[in-house]
């Protein structure tokens, strides 16, 4: 991390409280306002090398946060409602939930793009053919990057069923 990174990190941690609070008063929701906070320490981290050394950085953030706000107010429009009401609360998992969540954490801990072949390819049941051309790499790398992350997951997998491990996830 260089040291206009670890400067930026600190500013943002020391100020996301009070940027938090800004952006929920300003939507009156907590959700909302995470985005909002996100978006805007998003936009700061651009421009961070020109701003950081200036004497208006806290007004500049939240001024920014502000016209985050505002923006998405203009085009709110365009969001979709995923739901009418809460949702109800979950009766009993169903049955393999706890597989899914082994093998889901299982499948964090292989690399990048070994993962993200074992999720198209399994997952979402794509053909190797498919798969190159989203990766942009050969069906041939596809085929190792399928058989390395498979070999990865196993041994994880392995790892973590033995009785003398303990798994802190």
Known sequence: MTNSDADYVAYVQGRLPALRRLAYHLSGDSHQADDLVQETIAKLYAVWGRISLTDGLDTYTRTTLVRVFLDEKRRGWWRVRLFGAIPERAGAPPPGVEERVLLSAALR???????????????????????????????????SQTAHGLAALRRVLTEWSSPSTTVIR
């Open 109 to 143: 801990t292989v690399p990048p793009r070994q993962q993200a072949t074992l999720v198209l390819r399994f997952l979402h049941d794509l053909p190797v053919a498919e798969v190159a051309r989203i990766l942009g790499c050969s069906e041939g790398t596809v085929k």
